[in-house]
């Protein structure tokens, strides 16, 4: 009840630092109970305002797990590693990366902490979610029974309570494309963003946006079987009638003609 | 903890995940950071760590443990106003006052950066901080004023 949680403050959040990545792993356990800090930008504001009482918090920002390594033929990037890190990374992720809130929220946001978000009532969040999909990452992530690695939009579908380490996708040349559609505020609120790539014929497309998280959309029905979300940005109406606009415009931009 | 803020050192007992924000005002008396938004939208809560702007309403105490912290505070003084507040103060940059901080430091931290910023990078450098008299023309007629006397 009210004078329950009022009760309880952030002095009663005991806090784990680990120092290394393996430290984290062993704080974390089977993730009961612990809710990750890493860049802060969303957890924050719920832990003071005591939307979120966990019994303990793991910071992330001492463990290492940052960085971004080019290595048997994979591109893996570290859970804590800063979405503004990617501001130069392979396409469609890097033009996504670019529209995460501002150029002070992108210096603190991190990677894990967006492939874990959820949409909020008013807002989409996750905007590396899609082109992560559309590159056909995997997630490798620790919690209960232990380390593995899976596809992300498995991890989308059923990772919830497990600590990301890292993302990674295959090293290799790709056509690809990103087109979004956003409302500016001081940060950019993506109303809906749909990300392609296509390498060895295969096309993956996937969009931020349509529900509390990104999914993998048909490039030929990219409405089949969604659900779309209805929010102060924009109607499930309106984002009904954007979504195949925006699979064709990151289309045309993947064939290289996007001027047409 | 420690925390160095515009050249004092601090030892601090405060819990790891307190806002920095909050422990400059309530625990430090440095009141130049405004509690806005505390949702890291507004930025006028917005300091300088180790010279990169970042907000602290958003950052626990925890990531800046040992780190430098700059606030208007520690840009000059009244009677010695920094480069940057002078150029604000010459062009009518600030109505209300209560976004002035966070504008101050972004445009301190991008003129570190990028010496001679053009429009463009002003833009982005001061697109995460709002002012509610809308007085932007005046905002970025001084941050230009101030790009233009450091280059």
């Known amino acids: ?260 | 903890m420690n925390l160095t803020v515009n050249g004092v050192e601090h030892e601090l007992e405060s819990h790891a995940l307190r806002p920095l924000l909050h422990v400059l005002r309530e625990e430090l008396g440095i009141t130049s950071p405004k509690a806005g938004c505390q949702q890291g939208g507004c930025g006028t809560c917005t300091v300088l760590v180790d010279g990169e702007p970042r907000r602290s309403c958003l950052l626990p105490l925890a990531a800046v443990d040992g780190a430098a912290i700059t606030t208007v505070e520690g840009l000059g003084t009244p009677e010695q106003l920094g480069p940057v507040q002078a150029a604000f103060h010459d062009k009518y940059g600030s109505q209300c006052g209560f976004c002035t901080p966070g504008m101050l430091l972004a445009t301190h931290a991008l003129i570190e950066r990028s010496p001679k910023a053009g429009r463009d990078e002003i833009e982005e450098a001061l697109a995460g901080h709002v002012c509610r008299c809308t007085g932007y023309v005046k905002i970025l007629e001084a941050v230009e004023a101030a790009v233009g006397s450091a280059s």
């Open chain 1, 1 to 260: 009840m009210t004078g329950e949680s009022q009760a309880v403050g952030l002095s009663d959040v005991s806090v784990l630092i680990p120092s290394s990545a393996d430290e984290a792993v062993a704080a974390f356990g089977d993730g009961k109970d612990v809710t990750v800090v890493a860049g802060g930008t969303i957890v924050l504001p719920d832990l003071v305002a005591g939307r979120l009482r966990p019994k303990s918090a793991l910071f992330l920002g001492r463990a290492g797990l940052s960085g971004i390594a080019r290595a048997d033929g994979r591109v893996t990037i570290g859970a804590a590693t800063p979405v503004s890190d990617l501001a130069d990374a392979d396409a469609p992720l890097a033009e996504a990366a670019r529209h995460v809130g501002d150029l002070e929220v992108r210096a603190q946001a991190t990677v894990g902490g967006n492939l874990c978000s959820v949409a909020s009532d008013d807002a989409p969040r996750g905007d590396l979610q899609a082109p992560l999909l559309a590159l056909a990452a995997s997630v490798r992530s620790t919690g209960k029974d232990g380390e593995k690695t899976e596809p992300l939009e498995d991890f989308l579908a059923d990772g919830a309570g497990r600590l990301v380490l890292d993302v990674s996708y295959d090293d290799a040349p790709r056509q690809a494309g990103y087109a979004s559609v956003w409302r500016p505020h001081t940060h950019h609120y993506t109303i809906l963003a749909v990300a392609a790539a296509k390498r060895d014929g295969e096309l993956r497309v996937a969009a931020t946006g349509v529900g509390p998280k990104a999914v993998l959309v048909s490039p030929d029905d990219p409405l089949a079987a969604l659900e779309l979300r209805d929010d102060p940005l924009a109607s499930a109406w309106y984002r009904a009638r954007l979504l195949p606009r925006l699979v064709e415009r990151a289309l045309a931009i993947l064939e290289g003609h996007e001027n047409d």
